[in-house]
């Protein structure tokens, strides 16, 4: 039976520590959107778009839109061109919506 040792102490504060860190660095790889753009995304050039909501990992809403250029654009959902560019978006085939993934 093992019994508590306090040389077992400091390796049961590292790996503690390990496990602490390997949680933040999951939490870190998630890429969240900071700022918005300040200027309309043209449609021609969106491939696709995900959301970002605040309720989850993110500090903020926002629109991010893929483009042709593989590119990514954060736009406040509250802006009237970005809910005209998701009306378009919805409604041309092709051009789907593609959920928030974390990678």
Same mark, same amino acid.
């Given at each position: 039976m %093992? /019994? =508590?040792n306090m040389k077992n102490v400091p390796l049961a504060v590292l790996v503690g520590l390990l496990l602490l860190l390997g949680m933040c660095e999951a939490q870190s790889n998630q890429d969240c959107c900071l700022t918005y753009t300040? *200027? !309309? %995304? !043209?449609? *021609? %050039? %969106?491939? /696709? =778009?995900?959301?970002?909501?605040?309720s989850e990992v993110c500090d903020i809403n926002a629109v991010i839109f893929h483009t042709k250029g593989g590119l990514k654009a954060c736009a406040n959902p509250r802006e009237p061109w970005v809910k005209k560019q998701l009306r378009l978006l919805r409604s041309v085939g092709g051009r789907n919506w593609l959920p928030w993934q974390s990678k």
């Open positions: %093992i /019994g =508590f300040k *200027r !309309p %995304i !043209p449609h *021609r %050039i %969106i491939k /696709g =778009f995900t959301e970002q909501l605040s």
